[in-house]
């Protein structure tokens, strides 16, 4: 099954109005996308960030399960920030479910809003997000008391984090606020992910296993975008701290060459394989079809046949029905995929950061995750 190759230039849609509207200084959407992106309940912090609050943080509220990211690694998700420090991105992956009319580049364009700035408007805006929640009868008043006080931020929302010039320092502050951080890169910035410090847990994209698949799926803008990949892969296998390759599967596009798949994660060293369906949700709509959107089944049945080609490294370690994901580790965590928080604040709040944090460090048990009060009736 082919996809429309979309062209060299990937912007589809005119953000100007009629009267000619153009950018502010140093931001990078116009205020005509910035009000539709506001009755989408995105919030706008500066010139470059974004917040918006995940489905799974209202559900965890109102006691109705918890994320994938909760099972797998111990993230409470009524205390999960979801957003970004850059609205732009350098491809346009047609399973995505954002729109294309967010920005486009290789480079960083744009006015750079302090580190500082971003977090403390950022939390602000989640929260106040969040406010109408406090009314809620299917809300502990328990749980709500928690969420006012945000222990991990999702650096995933839309765009690309990794290439805001100051991410380094941005997650050093978000650290020392007792905040972890999960970052999620498309594997098109390798210098970027060479040069990014300890964060909790780094996540690559890993979309396709071969060049021809990559530029169908994700319609990237640089050229040399396979090696791109490629080199990024190479870097990630550099990480001491937790690294996860997140595979989507789409369904009669990316899902062939399993083995294939295997031998970019070994490139990558990764310490965990997430192997997820494509959603026919939002934007994604108007390029795919439901039938490319697989069934927990299928997902789980290929991320087999992926593991099959480990070299016995890794092994199945847990799955998530409602987020259609199964998670991969390595043998060496003996299926302990839960983050040791504490221990991480601890080793990285000190005058002489490192770096690159080792993994085993601060990681621990998965505990038994089953429906009790204090998981918020986590569903699974």
């Given at each position: 099954?082919?996809?429309?190759?979309?062209?060299?230039?990937?912007?589809?849609?005119?953000?100007?109005?009629?009267?000619?509207?153009?950018?502010?200084?140093?931001?990078?959407i116009?205020?005509?996308?910035?009000?539709?992106?506001?009755?989408?309940?995105?919030?706008?912090?500066?010139?470059?960030?974004?917040v918006?609050?995940?489905?799974?943080?209202?559900?965890?509220?109102?006691?109705?399960?918890?994320?994938?990211k909760f099972?797998?690694?111990g993230?409470?998700?009524?205390?999960?920030?979801?957003?970004?420090?850059?609205?732009s991105?350098?491809?346009?992956?047609?399973?995505?479910?954002?729109?294309?009319?967010?920005?486009v580049?290789?480079?960083?364009?744009?006015?750079v809003d302090?580190?500082?700035l971003?977090?403390d408007?950022?939390?602000?805006?989640?929260?106040?997000?969040?406010n109408?929640?406090?009314?809620n009868?299917?809300?502990?008043?328990?749980?709500?008391?928690?969420?006012?006080h945000?222990?991990?931020?999702?650096?995933?929302?839309?765009?690309?984090?990794?290439?805001?010039?100051?991410?380094?320092?941005?997650?050093?502050?978000?650290h020392?606020?007792?905040?972890?951080?999960?970052?999620?890169t498309?594997?098109?910035?390798?210098?970027?992910?060479?040069?990014?410090?300890?964060?909790?847990?780094?996540?690559?994209?890993?979309?396709?296993?071969?060049?021809?698949?990559?530029?169908?799926?994700?319609?990237?803008?640089?050229?040399?975008?396979?090696?791109?990949?490629n080199?990024?892969?190479?870097?990630?296998?550099?990480?001491?701290?937790?690294?996860?390759a997140?595979?989507?599967?789409?369904?009669?596009?990316?899902?062939?060459?399993?083995?294939?798949?295997?031998?970019?994660?070994?490139?990558?060293?990764?310490?965990?394989v997430?192997?997820?369906?494509?959603?026919?949700?939002?934007?994604?709509?108007?390029?795919?079809?439901?039938?490319?959107?697989?069934?927990?089944?299928?997902?789980?049945?290929?991320?087999?046949?992926?593991?099959?080609?480990?070299q016995?490294d890794?092994?199945f370690?847990?799955e998530?029905?409602?987020?259609?994901?199964?998670?991969l580790?390595?043998?060496?965590?003996?299926?302990?995929?839960?983050?040791?928080?504490?221990?991480?604040?601890?080793?990285?709040n000190?005058?002489?950061?490192?770096?690159?944090?080792?993994?085993?460090?601060?990681?621990?048990?998965?505990?038994?995750?089953?429906?009790?009060?204090?998981?918020?009736?986590?569903?699974?």
């Amino acid at each position: 099954m082919n996809l429309p190759i979309l062209g060299q230039n990937p912007i589809l849609e005119d953000h100007s109005s009629p009267e000619g509207e153009t950018l502010e200084a140093g931001s990078q959407i116009s205020p005509r996308y910035k009000t539709e992106l506001e009755h989408q309940q995105y919030r706008m912090v500066g010139n470059h960030s974004a917040v918006k609050v995940c489905g799974w943080t209202k559900n965890m509220l109102r006691g109705e399960g918890g994320c994938y990211k909760f099972k797998f690694y111990g993230i409470q998700s009524h205390k999960c920030m979801q957003m970004t420090v850059n609205m732009s991105c350098a491809n346009r992956c047609t399973f995505c479910w954002r729109g294309y009319k967010a920005p486009v580049s290789k480079e960083w364009n744009w006015k750079v809003d302090e580190p500082d700035l971003i977090i403390d408007e950022s939390i602000k805006a989640h929260l106040s997000l969040l406010n109408g929640f406090g009314g809620n009868e299917k809300v502990s008043k328990h749980a709500f008391e928690q969420s006012k006080h945000v222990g991990h931020v999702a650096l995933s929302l839309t765009g690309e984090p990794i290439a805001y010039p100051k991410i380094n320092e941005l997650c050093r502050k978000f650290h020392e606020r007792g905040i972890s951080t999960f970052l999620v890169t498309n594997a098109q910035y390798p210098e970027a992910i060479k040069n990014l410090h300890t964060i909790t847990q780094l996540y690559l994209s890993l979309d396709a296993p071969t060049e021809k698949i990559l530029k169908e799926l994700d319609v990237p803008l640089f050229s040399d975008y396979w090696e791109r990949y490629n080199q990024s892969l190479e870097n990630c296998a550099q990480k001491k701290y937790r690294t996860t390759a997140r595979l989507t599967i789409v369904k009669g596009i990316n899902d062939i060459q399993p083995e294939t798949y295997a031998q970019l994660i070994m490139k990558g060293d990764f310490d965990f394989v997430e192997i997820k369906g494509y959603m026919h949700v939002g934007e994604s709509q108007k390029r795919l079809t439901r039938e490319h959107m697989p069934t927990h089944e299928y997902v789980k049945e290929f991320g087999m046949k992926v593991l099959e080609s480990l070299q016995n490294d890794y092994e199945f370690a847990s799955e998530h029905v409602p987020s259609d994901v199964i998670l991969l580790a390595k043998k060496k965590y003996n299926k302990k995929t839960w983050i040791d928080f504490e221990k991480f604040f601890e080793l990285v709040n000190v005058k002489n950061v490192p770096e690159n944090l080792d993994a085993e460090l601060y990681s621990k048990g998965t505990q038994s995750v089953k429906e009790n009060p204090n998981d918020y009736l986590v569903v699974q």
